[in-house]
């Protein structure tokens, strides 16, 4: 998942239009965009992160987990790339990441634990849910670049208001759905503890809010705190199971 969602992003700013965009919303520091790093080889080092990600996915798992790894790259590199380049469509966008980052990555660990998978269904689609709102924070800092290249996010259509608005009810809507499937019993009773996970996604829309930003990271930091939590969300059931 680590090797994925590294090439995911290196992709991301693997092109010219990217590079473009980064320009005008002020990411001069980034290797494609200050030269550090050509277009060129930005691409092959996205392609080795996707290769490691195909060998360790056949080489430590299954095939069906091959056949996973090879859809999720698809989604992430058509988020970007032409024809598709999903990330120019409204609503669209943000559930094209999250059935990447927040549906997929679960049925790709189930795979292997097989009478695991209805687990991994219940649990992907509350993730998805939560990804689908946590996924806007990057968008807030973009809203110039976006605009002039018609990149259709949620703050750039609704405007900033509505974007946390929305972001408030997926939040919502992902925790009751959590906590709805564990009732059921599609969730294990220990999936109940993923709650304590609603304290940093509070954060983060007091923290778009309020316009906090931080030096150390670019956007602002409720978009730290999302890759924090998503990364939270991917091990803390592990730990819970063990």
Known sequence: MG???????????????????DKINGKTYRPTVNGRMSLREAQLWSLLLFATTLFMSIA?????????????????????????RVKRFFILNNLWQAIARGFFPAVFVALMYPTTMGIAIAF??????????AQTTKDFGDVYGDKKFGIKTFPVVV???????????????????????????????YFVWLNVLSIPSGLMLYFLWKGTKV??????????????????????PAILVA
Request: proline share 3%; no cysteine; aromatic share 26%.
């Open 60 to 84: 430590l798992f299954t095939i069906y987990n091959y056949y996973m790894a090879l859809l999720m790259i698809f989604f992430a590199v058509f988020y970007t790339a032409r024809p598709l």
């Open 159 to 189: 405007g900033w208001r509505v974007s946390v608005g929305i972001m408030t009810f997926l939040f919502l809507y992902a925790f009751f759905l959590l906590n709805w499937l564990t009732m059921r019993l599609y969730l294990p009773p």
């Open 124 to 133: 992907g689609l509350f993730f998805s849910a939560w990804v689908m709102g």
């Open 3 to 21: 090797f994925f969602q590294a090439g995911g992003q290196v992709y991301n700013q693997a092109s010219a239009e990217e590079v473009e965009i």
């Open 215 to 236: 030096g150390f990271a670019e956007n602002n930091l409720a978009w730290v705190l999302f890759y924090a939590t998503l990364a939270s969300f991917y091990l803390l």
